[in-house]
C-alpha cells in the first residue's frame, strides 16, 4: 500500500474494552488504511488493513454476517 503508516499514529481501543487486559486489540486510521495491533504487545507487528476493508469487515459485524 502507498500509504505510510504515520510514525506516531492515535491508537484506541474497543468502546467495549473493560481495561481490566483481557483479548483486546488497539486500531488507528490513517487516510487509507486501518492499522491492528495486540494491545498487550503493541511492540509486536500488527496488520495494515485497506480502508475499505476494514469498513466492510465493520459493517459484517455490526450486521451478524460473519460465520463464526
Known amino acids: 500500500m502507498s500509504d505510510p503508516i504515520p510514525t506516531a499514529p ?4 474497543s468502546s467495549y474494552s473493560n481495561g481490566s487486559g483481557g483479548e483486546c486489540v488497539e486500531c488507528a486510521h490513517t487516510p487509507t488504511t486501518t492499522l491492528v495491533r495486540d494491545s498487550k504487545r503493541p511492540s509486536l507487528p500488527g496488520l495494515v488493513v485497506a480502508a475499505e476493508s476494514w469498513k466492510a469487515f465493520i459493517d459484517g459485524v455490526a450486521a451478524n454476517r460473519l460465520a463464526a
Not at 10 to 13: E, S
Open 10 to 13: 492515535h491508537w484506541f481501543t
